[in-house]
């Protein structure tokens, strides 16, 4: 039977062959070039998520016995070996770090999947599995999406990754909305349905992703994937499909500045 952590972790393994098929070939330059993250080039995008890959890793074992809980030190000394390593270390060290943790994740069997408990440091409460990876899919499918831009202007997040990443921005990893979100940069409560998702984004006291679009006050039209990169900043004019609009009480140069990204 499929359930959210199955899904979520089919999700990371498309994100994961998607730039594995793509990275190999890239020149040093289209490497150090600009990525769709504004400060950072392509391969420090992969040194990003090479780091975390190796992060979460870490997390995950712990989770399953297989390894002391790391010290306080331990993310600080992976970024900083990620840092000094050369364009083409840091996507060999993705490929390869990222490979291990989706392997690790996809060797999980049902009833771990449905009970383990996995440590994130910066919070209160060990994740579920799904919740676990569900935060590495938020960072997979935008940073990926950050690679692939560089190359093509008009990609768009994974399908797969979109909806599953719905999914969990409505329930288990709302929260995130409270850091990505400033809901004071508009006058009034917005209630902006997502086409025809069944998703509103409401503004108000915070920002959440609600599975109603009951008594909207703005309508986004396009593809629910660029709804989900305009909550992470990523739907700058350069990055905005042709068919996305919004009309409402709110305008999508209003919603920019909601969401500035990361």
Known sequence: ???????????????????????????????????????????????????????????????????????????????????????EEQRAGFLEHDRVLVETLEALTADQRTSLEVPIGFLPTPLTVAGFAGLRLEEAAHHGWDVRVALDTQAALLDVSAAVLAQHLSGDLGFMLGFLGNADRVAERVVLAVADSGYSIVIADGVTLETTADDATATFSGAPEAALRLITGRLGPTYTPANVSVTGNVSLDDLRTVFPGY
């Open 1 to 87: 039977m499929s359930t959210l952590a199955s899904n979520t972790i089919d999700a990371l393994r498309h994100e994961h062959d998607a730039l594995a098929g793509l990275v190999p070939s890239l020149t040093t330059d289209q490497l150090t070039g600009n990525s769709g993250a504004s400060e950072w080039s392509v391969a420090q995008v992969l040194s990003h998520l090479g780091s975390g890959s190796e992060i979460s890793l870490a997390s995950l074992l712990t989770a399953l016995g297989e390894r002391d809980a790391p010290d306080d030190g331990f993310n600080r000394s992976v970024w900083d070996r990620w840092d000094a390593m050369t364009p």
